[in-house]
């Protein structure tokens, strides 16, 4: 990410669509628009090189990441247990979590798994396939809050911090404390993890953005009239999402120091989970009326309920949607027409600035937005002059 990123390119290809995109361009704070558009161009031994687009993109302006921390979080959890080295220990080994300080929940069972026991391999299907929360959850609390957060700057994500659990008022000391772990097989106890605390507060005093609104819900449903603060919650600038994806993608293209712990099963594994609907999976078992196929797919799909299948067109992903704010961190290709590309976006629309109410214009705006955006993205790689086409077997399944 150390080239100079273009800041006209993106600009000038948004006015030019008015029709789409006028609404936030003309929005008095552009709903918060950051994005980053990466052009990928192989070489003649297939390595990938990269060209990067932005508009208004600010490390220092804050957006809620809500669920895109998830990603680095399950490729954490992955390099520990390769980093363990431990006999009979792997993604699929059974485990148990307990309980060891205020507000944490243990966990024996999993109903939604073939074999109803959980494990880190099912915890990060949940996260990949519709974000769930709870697996997310367990698996920061198995890799450890400190541990996530220097494999953050281990790996170059430097505007960035993971330090809460997701949906459940994760904040301050409770934070701070994660569970103990045992991993197993029948009888046998294959490793155990004490609790851990992590006495650090991860301070960026950088940060601008992070008090906005006019009000918000309380827990009881009150309505307070005071701006609702982000203080202290996770942070995962862009530049740093596509920095993620970038190396869990193309791990060829950096220095073997620079890569992630993963063996290859790990890396196809991950690329299957990223890239399917909850309709293609057994387990778990998704209700499809309530996790339809483009569940998870922001930038390009928009969400959109009609699009019944992917046909040729994959978008290998990790969406957040919280607070109004929409987040996607994409890797677009099409294996027909041999175009990939790589694009991070966020965009917020909460026009009467409470915040926690539900009221929020994801159908109306946000959307839309990425749906719209994807697409003249997609339109213009079709222009694109190509030297050498892609080879994407290692994305094809």
């Given at each position: 990410?150390?080239?100079?990123?273009?800041?006209?390119?993106?600009?000038?290809?948004?006015?030019?669509?008015?029709?789409?995109?006028?609404?936030?361009?003309?929005?008095?704070?552009?709903?918060?628009?950051?994005?980053?558009?990466?052009?990928?161009?192989?070489?003649?031994?297939?390595?990938?090189?990269?060209?990067?687009?932005?508009?208004r993109l600010d490390p220092?302006?804050?957006?809620?990441?809500?669920?895109?921390?998830?990603?680095?979080?399950?490729?954490?959890?992955?390099?520990?247990?390769?980093?363990?080295?431990?006999?009979?220990?792997?993604?699929?080994?059974?485990?148990?979590?307990?309980?060891?300080?205020?507000?944490?929940?243990?966990?024996?069972?999993?109903?939604?798994?073939?074999?109803?026991?959980?494990?880190?391999?099912?915890?990060?299907?949940?996260?990949?396939?519709?974000?769930?929360?709870?697996?997310?959850?367990?698996?920061?609390?198995?890799?450890?809050?400190?541990?996530?957060?220097?494999?953050?700057?281990?790996?170059?994500?430097?505007?960035?911090?993971?330090?809460?659990?997701?949906?459940?008022?994760?904040?301050?000391?409770?934070?701070?404390?994660?569970?103990?772990?045992t991993f197993y097989k029948?009888?046998?106890?294959?490793?155990?993890?004490?609790?851990?605390?992590?006495?650090?507060?991860?301070?960026?005093?950088?940060?601008?953005?992070?008090?906005?609104?006019?009000?918000?819900?309380?827990?009881?449903?009150?309505?307070?009239?005071?701006?609702?603060s982000f203080e202290g919650?996770?942070?995962?600038?862009?530049?740093?999402?596509?920095?993620?994806?970038?190396?869990?993608?193309?791990?060829?293209?950096?220095?073997?120091?620079?890569?992630?712990?993963?063996?290859?099963?790990?890396?196809?594994?991950?690329?299957?989970?990223?890239?399917?609907?909850?309709?293609?999976?057994?387990?778990?078992?998704?209700?499809?009326?309530?996790?339809?196929?483009?569940?998870?797919?922001?930038?390009?799909?928009?969400?959109?309920?009609?699009?019944?299948?992917?046909?040729?067109?994959?978008?290998?992903?990790?969406?957040?949607?919280?607070?109004?704010?929409?987040?996607?961190?994409?890797?677009?290709?099409?294996?027909?027409?041999?175009?990939?590309?790589?694009?991070?976006?966020?965009?917020?629309?909460?026009?009467?600035?409470?915040?926690?109410?539900?009221?929020?214009?994801?159908?109306?705006?946000?959307?839309?937005?990425?749906?719209?955006?994807?697409?003249?993205?997609?339109?213009?790689?079709?222009?694109?002059?190509?030297?050498?086409?892609?080879?994407?077997?290692?994305?094809?399944?």
């Amino acid at each position: 990410m150390a080239q100079q990123i273009d800041s006209i390119y993106l600009s000038s290809l948004l006015q030019k669509n008015p029709d789409l995109f006028g609404q936030i361009l003309h929005h008095p704070t552009h709903n918060e628009v950051q994005i980053l558009y990466t052009q990928i161009d192989r070489d003649k031994d297939n390595i990938p090189h990269f060209t990067s687009f932005g508009y208004r993109l600010d490390p220092t302006w804050y957006f809620y990441p809500a669920s895109t921390v998830k990603l680095p979080t399950a490729i954490f959890a992955l390099e520990k247990i390769n980093e363990l080295k431990i006999r009979g220990l792997g993604r699929d080994t059974p485990l148990q979590i307990d309980s060891a300080y205020d507000r944490q929940t243990s966990v024996y069972r999993d109903s939604s798994s073939e074999n109803t026991l959980p494990s880190i391999a099912h915890y990060i299907k949940k996260v990949l396939l519709t974000s769930d929360n709870d697996g997310h959850n367990r698996l920061f609390e198995f890799v450890g809050r400190a541990e996530v957060n220097k494999k953050l700057k281990k790996h170059g994500a430097k505007y960035s911090r993971i330090v809460n659990r997701l949906a459940i008022g994760d904040k301050g000391i409770w934070a701070k404390h994660t569970n103990p772990f045992t991993f197993y097989k029948d009888d046998q106890i294959i490793y155990k993890q004490v609790a851990q605390y992590d006495p650090q507060d991860y301070e960026m005093p950088w940060l601008k953005n992070t008090v906005q609104g006019i009000g918000y819900m309380n827990a009881v449903d009150e309505l307070v009239h005071e701006p609702w603060s982000f203080e202290g919650l996770n942070v995962y600038a862009l530049e740093d999402q596509q920095l993620i994806l970038r190396k869990l993608l193309f791990p060829e293209a950096f220095p073997v120091k620079q890569r992630f712990s993963l063996t290859e099963d790990d890396y196809r594994f991950l690329y299957f989970y990223m890239s399917r609907g909850p309709q293609e999976v057994s387990y778990p078992k998704y209700n499809t009326n309530e996790f339809w196929p483009t569940y998870s797919k922001f930038v390009y799909f928009g969400r959109d309920k009609s699009v019944k299948s992917f046909q040729n067109i994959r978008s290998f992903n990790k969406y957040g949607d919280s607070y109004g704010y929409n987040i996607d961190n994409a890797y677009i290709v099409d294996f027909e027409k041999g175009i990939e590309f790589l694009v991070s976006v966020v965009v917020q629309s909460n026009e009467n600035g409470i915040y926690n109410d539900g009221i929020y214009e994801y159908e109306t705006v946000t959307y839309p937005f990425l749906k719209n955006l994807g697409e003249i993205l997609y339109q213009e790689e079709l222009k694109r002059p190509r030297a050498i086409r892609p080879d994407l077997k290692r994305f094809s399944f």
